[in-house]
């Protein structure tokens, strides 16, 4: 009987480990299915943040629920981990990065971009008074996010030799704010929303110290049907004006050639 | 001072968060616990060398690791994603979201893998006279574990235990890697949003105050038990 | 009339055979003591009838009904009513720890009757515990717990519990053996007082003196088998076989 028992127990765990089911569906229909869009974020003003009710706004944001509703589905806009947003997307955690996202092409090997919709580079930051030049951020210590654009242009364009990676481009202004590190390298949209205010008022960017021309795009798992409807939304979305009023209300630069 | 409270009643959240997956984890794992330490100390050679094989990756691997391979890897694999609830609470929808459940799932299997090993050193640590009287006075086996072993296991595994258990509570700490909104999570947010570090230090009070409660709580529970030597 | 009867008893740990064929016999209101040195197979045999080792092969028949029969390879069931018709003491008196003095009298009874129609009430098994530590002269000490008390008072405890199921043949494993010797006095005489209330006895024992004086039949094992058997006066005062002279005359040089 025990033996029996402790079979059944052994089988059971067994199975357990190898239980399976079909997830293999477009994702226009499992969106649909499903009712929601969930969209992956980190707040980052002022592409995503919340408001003073605790309700999401912000560039992205407004245009994530605009798309939601054209879908006829709901959005649902969640905080990810931004080290971890491949893995989100590929394990169906999420179905669109939409965060003021630089679409370099590492990332173009792991997941597709939509069209890009935006602007960007990147900036060095300092303490204000800091004798930094912009030829010596190569030798200072620099802090920044790990994974983000400000990473790779502090690698391969800076060439740095002291890189501090942190967990987030906040962490990064901190670092400068504590002396930990002399410069930060973080996205100019970030930097111009908050450096030289509140707690950051000590910071400003460093005068010619400014890096690439990057674009932003929505994050989409590899061969996902969602990118057509996606970019049909967007180029729709220029194209009646919507966009361009939004990125007025946030202080965005649009990729105008791509939107076209 | 807005932004005290502010401040407080986010820490709240995420600690009300940080308190129900360290509740329900002890609610899975304790038992659960006492499954794998019977696998692991079971006759029946395949099961045990299976379920000590399992217990050794558990105990072997980070959690933080653990917490991620949950969560990413049946997606990851197509295997299945974890379901969201949906029962138009919204509190109690946001609350158990995926992440949480997950994160709840590899909390309580490690937690259990930790546990099991402290039965089994409780309940080795039994004296074998104490299996042969309950035999010789007509007891079964379910009755010998029960009425007598039991309660000696207990007392011998209540400081282990306790040990344990105040490292859960830090631990949960782990499951913002999967984003599950938990107090350093929403500590780590005024970090990120508004740069202030402070928020951090006081999320630090949070769980030093719990941990002063429960080892108050583990001391008396051992008090109450030092009526017996076992 | 003959209570128990033990047939060409054997059992083997590994390689090592302890028991080698043993045959016993016991009537009602006897007591018995087996002596012997260490290694003699004398424990294990204590052991094999209370069930704690099963035996490889051999006959155990209690009232005239068998209740263990194995033949070489075969592990047979032990039924409860088989269990309870033996009671045994052990050297370390495995008192649980947990309970009071009355608790652990009290445990074994109540869990039986639980669940029985017509069974014995809680009340009932109190007042049956409470005259039994009367008669082990524990009565004060119902609601102490064993760390509380003597080994003696432990030892008398344990005798107590196991008298609270009513056995068929009270079974004690060397009862004095861990005790301090102005200790064992106090448990010697509880157990002459049982066999004055004529209850059936089987003694392991190193107590010499304590044999001789209180069995009414003396077995000497060794190597696993019995090697000499008779009264205390025969095997004593006028051991046959060559190892009991030698084994008792080292044991009586020591006293």
């Not at chain 1, 939601?68 to 955690?93: H, P, R, Y």
């Not at chain 2, 094989?53 to 558990?58: C, K, N, R």
């Not at chain 2, 929403?186 to 080892?215: C, H, N, Q, R």
């Not at chain 3, 009537?27 to 490889?56: D, H, P, W, Y």
Request: proline residues 3%; aromatic residues 10%; charged residues 20%.
């Amino acid at each position: 009987m025990k033996k029996i028992i402790s079979l059944i127990l052994t089988a059971v765990i067994l199975c357990t480990l190898f239980i399976s089911c079909d997830t293999a569906k477009s994702d226009v229909q499992s969106v649909k299915d499903a009712g929601k869009l969930v969209v992956g974020v980190t707040v980052y003003p002022p592409m995503d943040y919340l408001d003073d009710n605790g309700e999401w706004t912000g560039f992205d944001a407004e245009l994530a629920q605009q798309f939601a509703e054209t879908l006829g589905v709901n959005c649902q806009i969640v905080i990810i981990k931004w080290d971890n947003k491949v893995a989100e997307l590929n394990s169906n955690q999420i179905d669109l990065i939409w965060n003021g996202m630089t679409a370099s092409d590492e990332l173009g090997e792991k997941i597709d971009f939509s069209v890009s919709y935006a602007k960007n580079a990147q900036v060095a930051v300092v303490k204000k008074g800091s004798t930094l030049t912009a030829d010596g951020v190569k030798d200072a210590k620099i802090a920044v996010e790990n994974g983000s654009a400000g990473a790779t242009v502090a690698e391969e364009t800076v060439k740095g030799t002291n890189i501090n990676k942190v967990g987030a481009m906040v962490d990064a202004l901190n670092e400068v704010l504590a002396g930990t590190s002399d410069v930060a390298i973080i996205d100019i949209t970030m930097a111009q929303s908050v450096v030289g205010k509140g707690v950051y008022a000590d910071l400003e960017i460093l005068d010619g110290a400014s890096y690439g021309d990057e674009i932003f795009a929505v994050g989409l798992r590899k061969g996902s049907d969602l990118k057509a409807e996606l970019d049909a939304f967007l180029k729709a979305k220029y194209a009646d004006g919507t966009m361009t009023a939004l990125a007025e209300k946030y202080n965005v630069g649009l990729n105008t050639d791509a939107l076209k | 001072m807005e932004l005290f409270i502010e401040v407080f009643s986010k820490l709240g959240n995420g600690f009300i968060i940080a308190l129900l997956l360290f509740a329900l984890t002890l609610i899975l794992a304790i038992p659960l616990g006492l499954v794998m330490c019977f696998c692991t100390m079971s006759k029946f050679k395949p099961l045990s060398l299976f379920s000590k094989l399992i217990v050794w990756v558990l105990r072997g691997t980070p959690l933080m690791l653990q917490v991620f391979a949950i969560f990413y890897l049946p997606g990851l694999l197509k295997l299945f994603v974890w379901p969201q609830m949906n029962t138009g609470w919204v509190w109690f929808d946001n609350t158990f979201s995926t992440r949480f459940i997950a994160a709840l799932v590899a909390f309580a299997i490690n937690y259990a893998a930790y546990f099991s090993e402290i039965y089994r050193g409780g309940i080795e640590s039994i004296p074998k006279g104490q299996y042969e009287a309950g035999q010789v006075l007509g007891l079964t086996k379910k009755q010998v574990f029960f009425k007598i072993v039991l309660l000696q296991v207990i007392k011998r595994i209540i400081p282990p235990m306790s040990n344990e258990i105040i490292t859960l509570i830090k631990d949960t700490a782990l499951a913002n890697t999967i984003a599950v909104y938990e107090l350093i999570f929403e500590a780590k947010e005024f970090m990120t949003v508004d740069g202030l570090i402070w928020p951090l230090f006081v999320a630090g009070g949070f769980y030093l105050v719990f941990v002063g409660l429960l080892t108050i709580l583990f001391g008396r529970l051992e008090k109450k038990l030092d009526y017996f030597k076992a | 009339m003959k209570i128990l009867e033990i047939k060409n008893l054997r059992k083997r740990f590994g390689d090592t055979e302890v028991l080698k064929g043993v045959d016993l016999s016991l009537q009602k209101g006897e007591v018995l003591s087996i002596i012997g040195s260490s290694g003699g197979g004398k424990t294990t045999l204590l052991r094999c009838m209370n069930f704690l080792e099963r035996a490889n092969c051999g006959e155990i028949v209690v009232n005239g009904k068998t209740v263990y029969s194995a033949k070489e390879g075969e592990k047979p069931e032990v039924s409860p009513e088989a269990q309870l018709s033996f009671g045994l003491v052990f050297q370390q008196f495995n008192l649980f720890p947990q309970y009071s003095v009355i608790e652990n009298l009290m445990l074994a009874p109540k869990l039986r009757a639980k669940g029985k129609a017509g069974g014995e009430t809680v009340d009932e098994i109190r007042t049956r515990a409470e005259s039994l530590l009367l008669r082990v002269g524990l009565e004060e000490k119902a609601d102490d717990y064993p760390c509380q008390l003597s080994g003696g008072q432990q030892q008398r405890v344990a005798i107590a519990r196991a008298l609270m199921l009513a056995p068929e043949i009270l079974c004690f494993d060397e009862p004095t053996s861990s005790l301090d010797p102005e200790l064992t006095g106090e448990v010697l005489n509880v157990i002459r007082s049982l066999k004055d209330n004529g209850h059936t006895m089987i003694i392991v024992t190193h107590e010499m003196e304590f044999a001789r004086y209180v069995s009414d039949r003396v077995v000497f094992m060794a190597d696993g088998v019995i090697e000499e058997e008779g009264t205390p006066d025969e095997v004593f005062g006028n051991p046959k076989s060559e190892k009991t002279k030698a084994f008792l005359s080292v044991g009586m040089g020591k006293l």
